[in-house]
């Protein structure tokens, strides 16, 4: 069965800093997903990732893919409190089924 | 355009019981999947249903069963409810096209409690 792992589970950061959220998964998947999660909220979809090599930014968040290193990051510049939430990423095999599989995600906590 | 939505918001029931969970998915949509979401952990998928059958399914036992009406709608029931049961359960809608599901937008979720 097709593994994800996200590190670090827990992200502490001060506002204005930079850091990056790491996720490898353990078989050729075909698109990679991040999402976002409030507390006590839905998924709300950040980023698909469909090739290697691929990258895309949104406001303070930018997502790329290695499908080669199976390993995807989702890097935060100049953090703001708005960012505290917990963030998904998932894989899927691009089939007709469109099972993603999940990691446990990382709850990141932006402080003043 | 709408969104997925789900109902109920939240349920809280005893064990032994049974639920069923409902979501209408996004316009345009074709494709209702479930998830399971225990207290800190990543979605779990349950099952997926396109054209009114399942079309795959996760490891979860035969007592959750679900249904896919016509206008896309699905529902979610499990019977004899356990305590382990208690979770968020997430809706999903997507477009199949071209052999594959499109990106899934989630529903607001249904939290379960069962004492």
């Known amino acids: 069965e097709l593994k994800v792992e996200q590190n670090p589970l827990f992200l502490s950061m001060q506002e204005g800093k930079n850091y990056t959220i790491y996720c490898n998964y353990s078989?050729?998947?075909?698109?990679l997903y991040w999402y976002r999660q409030d507390p006590g909220k839905s998924l709300e979809s950040l980023f698909v990732l469909l090739s290697n090599g691929a990258v895309k930014q949104e406001g303070r968040l930018m997502a790329s893919l290695d499908t080669k290193a199976r390993l995807s990051t989702l890097h935060i510049t100049a953090a703001v409190h708005d960012l505290s939430a917990t963030y998904f990423c998932?894989?899927?095999?691009?089939?007709?089924?469109?099972?993603?599989?999940f990691g446990r995600g990382t709850q990141l906590t932006v402080w003043p | 355009e709408t969104g997925v939505t789900q109902s109920p918001t939240h349920l809280i029931k005893t064990r032994g019981q049974q639920v069923t969970l409902r979501c209408s998915s996004q316009s345009g949509h074709n494709t209702v999947s479930w998830y399971q979401q225990a207290l800190g952990q990543g979605p779990q998928f349950i099952f997926q249903?396109?054209?009114?059958?399942?079309?795959g399914r996760g490891n979860f036992p035969p007592r959750f069963s679900g249904l896919q009406f016509p206008n896309y709608s699905s529902e979610l029931n499990v019977n004899a409810l356990e305590l382990d049961d208690s979770a968020l359960y997430l809706c999903?809608?997507?477009?199949?096209?071209?052999?594959?599901?499109?990106?899934?937008?989630f529903g607001p979720g249904t939290r379960l409690t069962v004492l």
């Open positions: 078989t050729t998947s075909d698109r």
């Open positions: 999903a809608s997507s477009l199949i096209w071209g052999g594959a599901t499109d990106t899934q937008y």
């Open positions: 249903y396109y054209r009114e059958e399942e079309n």
């Open positions: 998932a894989v899927d095999r691009g089939s007709t089924l469109g099972r993603l599989y």
